[in-house]
């Protein structure tokens, strides 16, 4: 995914409130998105994924939203705590084998 | 929860040196594949393995890269005569089929020298 316009790189929020990431892809045809964390010296871990054919997805404290017509994908995080200071990347699978990953967006959570 | 697993976590190599960075995938899973991030970067696509054969590959993933599946278990990067640029973070991941999730290994931090 790309980053365009709406993608900050960073995002500090205080513990307690919502956060929202966003992501723009390049792909209008790609079918399947996910979001993934990424905590300093680890690997990229799965938080949640969404299909074309949805628009919205919630999970446990995360909600990914995607809007196709400006190829768009959110992450909301409710009540964000320290342990998700984290990078968090948007990645759109571009055919059945790889993943192409947007730049990322740094989340600090502030006490 | 199954874990992809890598070894080393961190490989230190003299420029022109080979390495083979180690993978072991979840045991079910069919689907394999190797991403690096240089640091500060995004994550990019270096190859992809499916039965036994490369499914698709980045232009990164040139003649001095491979990968093999020597065995049941294990999924190897080699790469074979190292260049500075080649310093980065080496990431396994496998996936138990098409257009599903990836589960991603904890990495191998390749510094060369």
């Known amino acids: 995914g790309e980053s365009v316009g709406l993608h900050l790189p960073t995002l500090s929020v205080q513990e307690g409130d919502n956060s929202i990431i966003n992501c723009a892809y390049s792909?209008?045809?790609?079918?399947?998105f996910i979001w993934y964390k990424q905590e300093s010296g680890k690997g990229p871990q799965f938080i949640i994924d969404?299909?074309?054919?949805?628009d919205k997805r919630q999970g446990q404290r995360v909600t990914v939203l995607l809007n196709k017509t400006v190829k768009h994908l959110s992450l909301q995080i409710a009540a964000t705590q320290p342990g998700d200071s984290a990078v968090y990347f948007c990645?759109?699978?571009?055919?059945?084998?790889?993943?192409?990953f947007g730049a990322g967006t740094t989340v600090t959570v502030r006490a | 929860e199954p874990e992809v697993t890598q070894t080393p976590s961190h490989q230190v190599t003299q420029m022109g040196q080979e390495v083979i960075l180690r993978c072991v995938p979840i045991?079910?899973?069919?689907?394999f594949y190797w991403y690096r991030q240089i640091l500060g970067q995004k994550v990019e696509f270096l190859v992809s393995?499916?039965?036994?054969?490369?499914?698709?590959k980045s232009e990164i993933f040139d003649d001095q890269f491979s990968v093999e599946r020597p065995d049941g278990s294990n999924f190897t990067l080699k790469i074979r005569s190292t260049k500075l640029e080649d310093s980065a973070m080496y990431f396994c991941?496998?996936?138990?089929?098409?257009?599903?999730?990836?589960?991603f290994g904890s990495g191998t931090r390749l510094t060369v020298v």
């Open positions: 045991s079910n899973h069919l689907y």
């Open positions: 969404i299909r074309s054919n949805m």
């Open positions: 792909n209008s045809a790609s079918d399947y």
């Open positions: 393995f499916y039965n036994n054969e490369i499914s698709e």
């Open positions: 990645a759109e699978q571009l055919d059945d084998y790889k993943l192409s």
């Open positions: 991941a496998s996936s138990s089929g098409q257009g599903k999730g990836y589960t």
